[in-house]
């Protein structure tokens, strides 16, 4: 058997002791070190982990040579520095999302592992739950046909946070399993925010996120943290079929709609006329796969593991964290744009 | 008590079966004509209702002095000429949603009524239910408090129109019953429409509607003909509690929830970090009013008597008409600028 | 194609109308009369339908050579003595449900339709709904093996009748669905009856049923007149799958379950123990069938007719109202003796 | 402040975590000892805690002065003796579900309790949720008015249990609930009990639970280890309104309706026609109660500290475990005779 890679996590805030827990807890790691500026919180994560090593010190993690791996879970804006200096210590890295506060931050940390040869990985915890793993199959071997539309809802009475709106903070989740789910990754030329903060917080507490994608279809979700109900849920409309995942609902969370309108195929002279009358309705059955048990983040830190041992890409790499991070950066230019559609910058790799 | 009053229903399609069973039965009216190009038609619906004079001549209709309002029920491009001619006539006249098919035309249909003192009414169906009579009740009491956002899906699979977008197909319900809630009416100055065709049926079947509300708040529509499921709901946030209607649930149509984020009132010298140290949460209880019995369309037919014999204008009038027909405009030319905001036209009254 | 058969509705109350309206727009029939002891209630819903021939005399029905089969839906301790009269006069008969007001009127009526080669249909409306006749199409299949129980659920605020017990208003429903699905029938030795009566009504508003099956199975049955929110759920367990029908859900009414309790076949010889190591547990997908749509009742008249024609029973004969009679007898007799079990009499046929 | 009670657990099965940890993290308490005969499985379970003393045997705990509690959970034919030697040994005692494993050991425990002056309190978790906390406040406070009914359904996919049947596995949570919440406790004088074995495991894995109450009423328990879909449902009909606990809807547990049947108070001589001349319907509004957050155990803790610190009973004390306990034996005694209702002994109380 392999021995155990050593792994440090760099952050002991909100995020920090579920990854400090699930790579104490994974037979592919060993939790050589929890980092935070703040020693007595680092100490705290590690002790409820059944105990690990502390240090203030980024420097010491990078400096020491058995560590093979950082995860790092500080705020957004700090990502950055910490994910360089770790690449240039020659570390793998795991970062939370965002990946960065900005694009250019973002596409330079990709780059930078590319030239290493590192593996850089976004820590989209969503996409290895049970429910998004077989979402991502069932497109993958065409049991739904051609993408038509996407529509993502993820609204609850919410922690309205100080330092980013309820575009950065719900919607990486929607944009990540977008990414993971759609054949080509969430490839979209444009995207049109419309916010709201009715509340005068000084940040839209209410989002929509419009994305035409290629083929004349749609991406689009809707975050909300002022909604006294919860809501998560997201409708996949295929050629084949059409399907919904509803979180909330664990006796159910996916059903597979064999509903539908059809198309007839007809040739290119044909007028739209004619194509109306080529139109049917499919009611057919409804099919709720069984869905495999498991903790999303244990299946991140094996999924983190395999990649730097088989030398490849992780599933969910730095740079589908840097399409996420695109978006959201069009979405804040097209937020100062009052909606009008901002295209995405030019992609850096 | 009042005599009946003599009302000719025009147009023997998809909607004037219900105008006329309604006219036929409510005590206020007298069914005294079903009038269709197709006499046949005419014929079927006016015996399906337990028989009624039929005739193809619309000016047979005009000249008739018994006759006092006129129910117009054909195609949209058709209701200016009809309508102004009924005018024209000194009918009064109630006509289906839309109001016209531009709002240059509807503008024109509510100055003529407006010159000739006439009762034009828009026929918004929906306003009518009891779950919205109940909304529009609660929210000008004031238990809602302030709108902060109002947020509309209307999907299900759904028959894929030969003439008309999803948008003029399915918003007009959205966005009337939005305008009869709200205490100002729906006072948007813009809108953002981002459309999809993904079957390349030549006209957007997936549409959603972003609407800037004074005060900071947004309205929001989603409509969708490709959905395999149905949902009929609207949200409506405001600063005191806030409203979900799921229209699919019988046995709890309306929910009001006193669930919400409080911020407490500060100086206007106060920085953006004292505000967010000034908000709290409420978690309180959940109430679902009951709602009375009863078809909408018969409280159309005795809302448009009342508005005749009180000399008043109808609660959905033809100014009401004309707002939902200039949102539908602009969003058309919003699709057209690929989702750019379109200013909604200087308002005609 | 065939001549249509003439039939005549007796009795216009409540349910006659609609037997009235079904068999008037029914290609295989006729609507040759509706008759009520109150001549202006038959002429009533003669009108209703489109206008048929009205009486007050029975026996002028029943001396129509033209007339073929009789529809009877009069108070149910009527049944006996119309059916006779009928069957005697050599006329097929459809009645309500219940079939007879006692086991032994019941038992002489299908006696009398056997002795004369009539058709005897019982008008369980539900069975013809496109839910059930699914239902009974895949336990025929083996869909979901042997069936180890059998639940049902049908409460809601409910009219308080003034002639019978939620027992005979309600059960009748859930027990000739069962007959009509379980393989062999409603095949039960005894059943036990608990009531309750606490408004002092005079007769039980809640009520169970409890039925053991042959093999260790068990049928079950809640009905109750005083629930404020309404329930119509049946759940069949079988050795393979569980289905799942739920009234109230039309995006999903039936659903089956691929999730159960397996337990390896053992030798006679292996002791309890053992046999617990043999248990497992299965959880796998679920499947909604798409249901065709239909009214329920105009598969009734389809099936009379078709029966007659055929000469053979209609799938819900005389024999299955027989079996719910002798259920619905039982019960109070066991509600009479406290909840203690009551066999039911030897069957008559 | 008081100072902490010690207390010590017995058995580091299913259970015993659950409440070592509660102990443990309980002001009132400091957990002193866990004791099982598995001296490894009494170390896990303290470790698990963040330590705490162990040992095998039990004699060592009672002879402890310093220890003035213990909580047994130990399987329940143990319970008998354990909890007399705990209260010989002057321990204020809280027991496992069921109190023991028969009416006449569980009548010995209180009447032992009782002679010392001890607490004896069952371990009856659920009534200190926060829902069935609100439920019982309700009803004391006349809000449902007289209680008609009370339905319990609790079923799902559940494990086979080696030792004992559906009914001595599930009914003991509903039976303690409606314990709990009834005004006068659980008071019947007879129980009938269907259960069914399909599987032919050798117990009873359906089963329903029939109780008149005083008054007219009935209580009625359904519970399921075969169901593949869960149920946690009860439904509390009263006078005055109509209450159901919803438990897996997590944004809705508690609704309480204002709908009902009234029938007008009338006099004593009065027929029963009459009286069905004076039955309405109520249908007014659903209210929903927001619920404390708050782990049950938690509570059942602090509940047992206060109890022995004040003297008194506990609100869950022997009596109601052994009200439990009665209605379970005769339950059992009612399945050997085929469902026939079986008297509960006299109350030893």
């Not at 058997?1 to 990854?19: C, F, K, Q, S, T």
């Not at 969503?126 to 529509?151: Q, S």
């Not at 993820?154 to 990486?172: E, K, S, T």
Request: glycine fraction near 8%; hydrophobic fraction near 45%.
């Amino acid at each position: 058997m392999d021995e155990r890679l050593n792994i440090a996590v760099v952050g002991a805030g909100y995020w920090g002791p579920n990854l400090a827990r699930n790579f104490r807890n994974n037979p592919a790691w060993n939790l050589a070190a929890v980092c935070d500026l703040d020693i007595v919180r680092a100490r705290r994560v590690a002790e409820s982990v059944g105990g690990a090593p502390v240090t203030s010190a980024l420097s010491e993690v990078l400096s020491d040579p058995l560590i093979t791996a950082v995860a790092v879970a500080t705020p957004a804006r700090t990502h950055h520095p910490i994910v360089m200096a770790a690449l240039d210590a020659g570390k793998h890295v795991i970062v939370e999302k965002p990946l960065a506060d900005s694009r250019v931050s973002g596409a330079a940390m990709v780059a930078r592992a590319a030239e290493r040869g590192l593996v850089l990985m976004a820590d989209h915890t969503y996409c290895y739950t049970p429910a998004v793993l077989k979402i991502r199959e069932l497109i993958a071997d065409g049991f739904l046909g051609d993408i038509l539309f996407i529509d993502s809802v993820r609204i609850n009475l919410g922690l309205i946070q100080p330092d980013v709106d309820v575009f950065w903070d719900l919607a990486p989740h929607d944009l990540s399993i977008m990414d993971f789910v759609l054949p080509g990754g969430l490839d979209v030329a444009s995207v049109s925010a419309h916010g709201a903060d009715p509340l005068r917080t000084g940040k839209s507490c209410i989002g929509y996120l419009a994305m035409p994608l290629a083929g004349g279809g749609v991406a689009h979700v809707h975050v909300n943290w002022l909604s006294p109900t919860k809501i998560r849920q997201m409708v996949i409309g295929g050629t084949r079929r059409t399907l919904v995942w509803d979180d909330l609902n664990p006796q159910q969370r996916v059903s597979v709609y064999d509903r539908g309108v059809d198309i007839a195929e007809v040739s290119q002279a044909t007028a739209t006329d004619a194509r109306a009358a080529n139109i049917s309705y499919r009611l057919g059955d409804t099919w709720a796969p069984a869905l495999a048990e498991g903790e999303a983040l244990a299946h991140v830190a094996s999924e983190f593991a395999s990649a730097i041992r088989e030398g490849r890409q992780a599933r969910t790499n730095g740079a589908a964290g840097l399409r996420v991070l695109s978006v959201l950066e069009a979405a804040t230019g097209s937020l100062l744009g009052d909606g009008a559609p901002r295209l995405l910058s030019a992609p850096a790799l």
